[in-house]
Structure formats: C-alpha cells, structure tokens
C-alpha cells in the first residue's frame, strides 16, 4: 500500500465510491423522502373522510418517525379515563386511523407488501398499486414516485372499513 510520509494511502475506485454513495443514499436518504412526504390531517379534515359522532372530539394526533414517517389520530366521546392512559404513557381509548408513509426504491418493492398480506385484494384507481386487507382494515397504495402509503382503521362497530380507508387514501393522494 502506498505511503504519504507516514500516512497510509488508499486509491479509491471513483465508480465504487460513486456505488457506494448511491447505496448509502439509498439506505439513509429513502426515509428521509418518505418523511417529507407525511401529510398530517386536521380535525376538520378528519371529520369530512371518517365517521365522527355528533358529540366525539379529536383526542390524540401525532405524526411521529416510528420505523417509518406514521401519523395516528384518535377520535370518540369523552372518556374519564382517558386522562390516566396519557399519564401512564399511553393513548386515549377511542376509534383510531393511522397513515404510515415508507419510501420505496422501485415498484418492485411492493412485492414485500403483498407478500405480508394473506388476503390482499387489489383496489382499482388509487396509486401505481393498491391492495385491501380485511384481515388488516388496512389499504397499501404506492404512488408512481414509489412512495407507500398504508392506511389503517379501527373504527368501533365500521362494517364497511375499506370505503373509509379508500377515501382517506384519495384525500392523501389528493393532498400531494
């Protein structure tokens, strides 16, 4: 190995390193896409896309970087216990919506959202791609930028949780 007075000298292939720093762009830079793409949702928003009671309030929203970018809200009537769960460290009881955004490198990548679904059923006219799971209550759509968007719900006594999550998905995409 050549030498430089008493430094060590290492000849870096400029298309390896150019590899390697589009592979650590890749690794590093692809959450950080997917963060910018987290659209947060007011109550307002909320009450026009998901059923909201007369006298229910918007008790909990927060995006937050979990393993990806994810937004939850939790909505319902007052609940005198609610106060303890948040003190304790938890979340107040109610229904429950949550969008979760990871960015993808290409299409292919959805493979590995279909292949964790048992019951995906594709869902016309949304993104690139789109799967329902009603096992989940929860839709997957990647946009044509590959973007991914999972979209759950938990909504007491909703039979019909995929007309919920399909819109919230369009007003998502909508919003972009």
Not at 25 to 51: C, H, K
Not at 149 to 175: G, P, S
Request: proline share 5%.
């Amino acid at each position: 190995m050549p030498q430089y007075g008493d430094k060590k000298v290492i000849n870096i292939d400029p298309q390896s390193f150019a590899k390697a720093c589009f592979t650590a762009f890749l690794l590093l830079g692809s959450p950080l896409v997917a963060e910018e793409n987290v659209i947060a949702m007011s109550e307002a928003d909320l009450r026009t896309l998901v059923p909201f009671g007369a006298e229910a309030y918007l008790k909990h929203a927060e995006c937050e970087e979990k393993t990806h970018p994810t937004c939850t809200y939790i909505w319902g009537l007052p609940d005198s216990d609610d106060a303890m769960r948040v003190q304790l460290g938890g979340k107040p009881d109610g229904d429950k919506l949550m969008t979760i955004f990871a960015q993808a490198n290409s299409v292919q990548d959805f493979d590995r959202v279909l292949s964790s679904y048992k019951d995906a059923v594709p869902v016309e006219d949304l993104g690139v791609v789109a799967v329902w799971s009603k096992a989940r209550d929860q839709l997957s759509l990647m946009t044509d930028d590959n973007l991914i968007i999972h979209v759950n719900v938990d909504i007491w006594k909703l039979e019909d949780t995929e007309a919920v999550a399909t819109q919230v998905a369009a007003y998502l995409l909508a919003a972009r």
